[in-house]
Every structure is written in C-alpha cells, then in structure tokens.
C-alpha cells in the first residue's frame, strides 16, 4: 500500500475512528460486515471478470455469526486456481468458466474440467450435468443441445461405434448427437449413458471416421451456456438490490441481510444515508 501523507493518514484514521463510534452508537440496527467481502470493482481470475453476484470462494466472510456467508448468489462460488476460474455444479462436478456476460441476462460458458484438462484426442466425460435442487442456473432455450455418451453396449444398429477407447467397459461405445440417437431403451443394453450439454453445433455424421476418433471432442470443449434465473431471489434480495445494496447469504444459501455499501445491514433496503451519499462513506472509499 502507498504510504498517504501524512495528513491525509490522520484525517483518515479520524474518519475511520468516527464511523466506528457511529456504528457502534445509537442506530437502532446497527448490525455491519466486513465491507472487503463486496468486491466494488470486479476482479479477474485469467481473463474473466468477476462481479457480483458472483463471488470468490476464497473471500467468504463472518455475517450476522454466520461463518462463510457470502456476497453474491447461492451456487455462484468462484475458485480460482492458476488463473483458471472454476465453478461447481450440484456438489462435485468441476467446470471452467470461459466466460462471463453480464446483462439483463447474466450468462455463463462452460467446460467440464476434465474435459478441458484432457489435451487427448478422446475427451471423457463421467457424469450428467445437474443443477442442486432449486438452483438458480438454467440452460437458456436456444442454445442448448446434447451429445448422448452410450458406453459399453452390447448392441448392433446401423450406427458405427467410436474408435476412441473412453472409459474401457466391454462392449461397443457410441458418442451421438441427441436428435440422432435411434429410437430404443439403451439402458437395457448399455452400461452407462451420459447425456453432455453443447452448443448448437453444425450438423455432424457420427458414422464419419474424423467424429468416431475423437472429433466430438472440439464440440465437448466449446462448452455449454447457462444462466441465471433472476426470479429465483427472494423478495428481500431483490428490494435490497433495488436499493442498491447486495445480498448477503450464508452458506446454505439463506438470505441473511441487505449489504448496504457503507457498510451497514439492513435486514430489508439500503436507505439514503447508507448508499454512500454520506460525507463519512465517501471519505471512507478515497481511502482505501
Ligand atoms: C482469493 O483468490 C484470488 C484469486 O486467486 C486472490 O487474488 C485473492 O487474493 C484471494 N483472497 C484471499 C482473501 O485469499
Ligand atoms: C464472452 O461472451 C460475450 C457474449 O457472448 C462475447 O461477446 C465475448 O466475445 C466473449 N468473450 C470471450 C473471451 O469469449
Ligand atoms: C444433483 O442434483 C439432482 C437434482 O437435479 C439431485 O437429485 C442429486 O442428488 C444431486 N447430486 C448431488 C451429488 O448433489
Ligand atoms: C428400459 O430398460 C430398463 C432396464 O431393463 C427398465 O428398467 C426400463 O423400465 C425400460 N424403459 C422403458 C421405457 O421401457
Ligand atoms: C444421465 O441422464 C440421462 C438422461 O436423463 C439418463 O438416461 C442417464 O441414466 C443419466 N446417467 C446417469 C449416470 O445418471
Ligand atoms: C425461474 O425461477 C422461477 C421461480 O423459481 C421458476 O418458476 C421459473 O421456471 C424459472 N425459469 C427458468 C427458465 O428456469
Ligand atoms: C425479509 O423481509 C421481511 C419483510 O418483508 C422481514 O420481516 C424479514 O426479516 C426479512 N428477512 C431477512 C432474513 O432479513
């Protein structure tokens, strides 16, 4: 940190000791937070920026004696590893955020990180991606699609299996286009069938020689779009969004209070004075 002037400093601290004292004065809800927990600035993690209500899995914070609670979002925790932003879906399943887009639809894109961290020919994926019960992510409608994963089948039809050698059950092995699987009941006669959203692709032939040694993979590593579903806030998020404060959550995804930015939380809206109008909460972010 560069050193202020010395005058500056003292102001500073001065203001620092008055909001202090305000805080801990008469104000009947007087409850703060940690105000480093609401990133102002977005961040980046790599080359994706990160705000609100997205938020750093590393900067979770005490709330109201709830420990790790959050700035942001239930399920939009961001791990940054080697400037590889990271989220995860339902528990386990790890993926690489590409890219985020802000907007009146704020959208994602998605790698699985397996898949992104395969430099082989033949990508292998072992899992459905699923969303945690009551989840705010959704696959917005157009541009979702679906590559069907058939391993270890024991089967003849008029498709050709892949030649890649995915997961190494018995049995023959397909990767198709979901408008292209025949009709049947493969779990009857496969082992394991994975169903991998994608992005609307071109059409492919699965029978071509290119596709069954490994070609699917350049579809798998575009990844899959998601995005996220406002109406799942609830009504106090929204107010409190509305009053230009932040919701706050702990972490399981409770809503415990409006974060308002000078500090304060407000259990339903920021008022005037909170919204950083004041002479105190002004001073407080030249500061920093
Ligand atoms: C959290 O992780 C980010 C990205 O790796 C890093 O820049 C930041 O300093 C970390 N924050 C804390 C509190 O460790
Ligand atoms: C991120 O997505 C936006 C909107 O889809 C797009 O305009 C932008 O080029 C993308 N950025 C990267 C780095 O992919
Ligand atoms: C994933 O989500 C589904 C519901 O979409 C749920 O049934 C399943 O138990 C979840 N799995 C994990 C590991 O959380
Ligand atoms: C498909 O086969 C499985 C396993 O034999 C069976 O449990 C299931 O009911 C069948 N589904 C249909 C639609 O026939
Ligand atoms: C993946 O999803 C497909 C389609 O919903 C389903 O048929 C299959 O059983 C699922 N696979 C696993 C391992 O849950
Ligand atoms: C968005 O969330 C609302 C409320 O939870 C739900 O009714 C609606 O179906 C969701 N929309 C999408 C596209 O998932
Ligand atoms: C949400 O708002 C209601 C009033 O609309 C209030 O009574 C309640 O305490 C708020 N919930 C939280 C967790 O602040």
Request: net charge neutral; glycine share 10%.
């Amino acid at each position: 940190m560069p050193l202020l002037p010395c005058r500056r400093r003292r102001l500073l601290l001065l203001l620092l000791f008055l909001l202090a004292a305000a805080c801990r004065g008469g104000d009947a809800s007087g409850d703060t937070y940690d105000i480093s927990m609401c990133r102002k600035e977005p961040t980046y993690c790599g080359e994706v920026s990160i705000s609100y209500p997205f938020y750093l899995a590393n900067e979770t914070k005490d709330l109201d004696g709830y420990s790790n609670s959050f700035c942001g979002y239930p399920g939009l925790a961001i791990d940054c590893d080697d400037g590889k932003p990271t989220l995860q879906l339902n528990g386990t399943d790890k993926y690489v955020i590409n890219n985020i887009s802000y907007g009146s639809i704020t959208s994602m894109s998605l790698v699985d990180q397996e898949v992104a961290q395969d430099n082989g020919v033949c990508p292998k994926v072992d899992h459905n991606v699923t969303f945690p019960p009551g989840s705010w992510l959704f696959f917005p409608g157009m541009s979702v699609d679906y590559l069907v994963f058939l391993l270890g089948c024991s089967f003849t039809n008029p498709l050709l299996p892949i030649t890649c050698n995915l997961i190494g059950f018995p049995g023959q092995s397909y990767v198709i286009p979901k408008n292209q699987v025949p009709q049947g009941n493969w779990s009857r006669v496969c082992q394991r069938i994975f169903e991998v959203p994608v992005l609307n692709y071109q059409y492919v032939d699965p029978n071509s020689d290119a596709w069954r040694r490994g070609e699917y993979g350049n579809v798998l590593r575009q990844g899959f779009q998601l995005a996220l579903n406002d109406s799942g806030r609830p009504t106090n998020c929204t107010q409190c969004e509305e009053s230009k404060g932040r919701c706050g959550y702990s972490q399981d995804g409770v809503f415990l209070g409006c974060l308002c930015p000078n500090g304060r939380v407000s259990s339903l809206r920021c008022s005037s004075s909170d919204t950083g109008k004041s002479f105190v909460s002004r001073s407080i972010l030249l500061g920093n």
